[in-house]
């Protein structure tokens, strides 16, 4: 068989990489340690929080170190393992305390004016000795005046910034099936076929297929869908497209009879929470335990309310990415490998998903062997 050959921004047995979030992260960092002597390479979700108002990076929610908000000792571990460390910018758009979406996109505009908005970045790069970055604004409004070209902009001005230090770029965007499909209000401000001179390498966020009404975090379907429309908007940079996959499951309940999205729900306690409910509240006709790509489980629980969970098992995921993987090498001009990101690593996850991850490529069609 062919001895894979990755790009030089991933390292490891597969092409692949962990998302550690600093705001749980020795979970984090105790998952990563199970992998890392095969697939060491990680991004990290900890120094990078960004100010909406003045640019500067925030690290108040990270819990590596004790009476410290440094994730450093975590660049340091991954670089132990002899993989790459990504700090991921992000902004935080979500709760009482959240920055709007009109800030967010203020924000990049400014950071296209103002050089001390990307420095700051830079400065956190080269302090900590990270190997590159991921810009992962997932709050912008999309309806500020030229804001795709404006977040086009912000971007080759980081790239540029960082390519002479020889650090490698990426952006993660949200999934998008079509131009305005049902999540533009979130995916509006991110033209992909100007993002794609505009990194080295593009996460596509291929996680929270459903959202409304209970169904798969991801599917094979739909990942033929994400597919089809990276090809009609940035095809040439098929080889260097990084799937983010979910390691999590996500749950629901009914609220005068529509649903209701609860959040992310870890395998661990999607499965512990289907062993509590009793056989007589389940719906039997809605539920199946037993699919093999998505288990899921419909009951009413003792007031009457109506709850939905869905979740992957070990060998769902393995097999999703499988038949995706045997997708990809069927393309044209695609002669690498299938290259993966998994949000979010904890103890959590599905146990065994990082050993089947690893003879991924033993599954490679004879044309690339």
Not at 20 to 47: F, K, M, W
Not at 142 to 149: D, E, G, K
Not at 272 to 293: E, G, H, T
């Amino acid at each position: 068989m062919q001895v894979p050959t990755f790009p030089t921004y991933l390292k490891g047995k597969t092409a692949s990489l962990s998302w550690i979030n600093g705001s749980d992260c020795q979970e984090g960092i105790q998952a990563y340690l199970r992998s890392a002597r095969g697939d060491p390479s990680a991004a990290l979700v900890g120094t990078g929080w960004l100010n909406a108002l003045n640019g500067n990076l925030i690290s108040d929610w990270n819990n590596c170190t004790r009476g410290s908000h440094s994730m450093d000792n975590v660049v340091q571990l991954i670089h132990q393992y002899g993989g790459l460390a990504y700090l991921t910018i992000t902004m935080d758009t979500q709760g009482a305390d959240a920055w709007s979406f009109q800030q967010g996109a203020a924000y990049v505009d400014e950071a296209t004016k103002n050089p001390e908005y990307i420095n700051s970045i830079v400065h956190e790069v080269q302090r900590a000795h990270y190997d590159g970055v991921i810009m992962d604004l997932e709050g912008v409004d999309h309806t500020y005046p030229s804001i795709q070209q404006i977040f086009a902009t912000f971007n080759q001005k980081i790239w540029a910034a960082l390519r002479p230090l020889h650090k490698w770029y990426g952006i993660a965007l949200i999934h998008k099936v079509s131009e305005h499909d049902e999540y533009y209000t979130l995916n509006g401000f991110e033209n992909w076929n100007l993002l794609a001179h505009c990194a080295d390498f593009i996460v596509i966020m291929s996680l929270d297929q459903s959202y409304d009404t209970p169904g798969p975090s991801v599917s094979f379907e739909w990942l033929k869908q994400l597919l089809s429309y990276t090809l009609k908007t940035m095809p040439s940079m098929l080889t260097h497209i990084i799937w983010e996959l979910p390691l999590y499951g996500n749950s629901w309940h009914q609220e005068q009879k529509k649903w209701v999205f609860d959040g992310i729900l870890t395998y661990q306690a999607a499965r512990a929470m289907i062993q509590q409910v009793a056989p007589s509240r389940i719906d039997v006709y809605a539920s199946n335990l037993n699919d093999f790509y998505a288990p899921h489980l419909v009951y009413s629980d003792s007031s009457g309310v109506k709850h939905a969970v869905w979740y992957l098992t070990p060998s769902s995921l393995y097999s999703i990415i499988v038949l995706f993987n045997e997708t990809m090498q069927e393309e044209p001009g695609f002669t690498s490998y299938l290259q993966l990101a998994f949000w979010l690593r904890t103890t959590q996850e599905p146990s065994g998903f990082w050993q089947l991850l690893d003879t991924l490529y033993w599954h490679a069609p004879s044309a690339i062997r």
